[in-house]
Antibody
Framework: QVQLQQSGAELVKPGSSVKISCKAS????????MHWIKQQPGNGLEWIGW????????KYNQKFNGKATLTADKSSSTAYMQLFSLTSEDSAVYFC????????WGQGVMVTVSS | DVVLTQTPPTLSATIGQSVSISCRSS???????????LNWLLQRPGQPPQLLIY???RLESGVPNRFSGSGSGTDFTLKISGVEAEDLGVYYC?????????FGAGTKLELK
């Protein structure tokens, strides 16, 4: 069965960066886009971008240019998102989700930015 | 960016009642390839969202058939024919026709 297993919660300092992961199983990792979505507490959902692990192509929401970088490791079927220059506005739960139907989701990673 | 306007923001229902949620787009979601990438998600408290409906009206595998989707162009509807307790949560429409992909603000379904 398809599963997306995300890394654990992160507490990080303002100005730092963080890299979170999404390990895929149960399907051919290189055949589907992996999307990343942000959800701030009590708020809705915001699309960050996608990566196609087959060739490494990416597409970003312009709002996250310079804030997020998406990568993928085919050997471990793991997608990564690195967030830079963190501020309190980046405190949120970050999800990975498969393909543009968003048919499977990871459990989410809570990132808290605090000194 | 495409704006998706969901109504109502909150929906109170009794068990067994049929309800509908509207999602209106600021521009047509018909892709040049002929598909309309409008999907519906349900997020239960403390859980990630789950896919209910994709491509406007296609029921995701394992989703009960009391859920149905309809619409075209800019106007879309999710209907639940006979609400059950497990249906409570926040419903989102999401479009993946035009980048950046965007979500509606959500409709919270609660028990009356």
């Amino acid at each position: 069965q398809v599963q997306l297993q995300q890394s654990g919660a992160e507490l990080v300092k303002p100005g730092s960066s963080v890299k979170i992961s999404c390990k895929a199983s149960g399907y051919t990792f290189t055949s589907y886009d992996m999307h990343w979505i942000k959800q701030q507490p009590g708020n809705g959902l915001e699309w960050i971008g996608w990566i196609y692990p087959g060739n490494g192509n990416t597409k970003y929401n312009q709002k996250f240019n310079g804030k997020a970088t998406l990568t993928a490791d085919k050997s471990s079927s793991t997608a990564y998102m690195q967030l830079f220059s963190l501020t309190s506005e980046d405190s949120a739960v970050y999800f990975c989700a498969r393909r543009d139907y968003f048919d499977y989701w990871g459990q989410g990673v809570m990132v808290t930015v605090s000194s | 960016d495409v704006v998706l306007t969901q109504t109502p923001p909150t929906l109170s229902a009794t068990i067994g009642q049929s309800v509908s949620i509207s999602c209106r787009s600021s521009q047509s979601l018909l892709h040049s390839n002929g598909n309309t990438y409008l999907n519906w998600l349900l997020q239960r408290p403390g859980q990630p969202p789950q896919l209910l409906i994709y491509l406007v009206s296609r029921l995701e595998s394992g989703v009960p058939n009391r859920f149905s989707g309809s619409g075209s162009g800019t106007d879309f509807t999710l209907k639940i024919s006979g609400v059950e307790a497990e249906d409570l949560g926040v419903y989102y429409c999401v479009q993946s026709t035009h980048a950046p992909y965007t979500f509606g603000a959500g409709t919270k379904l609660e028990l009356k």
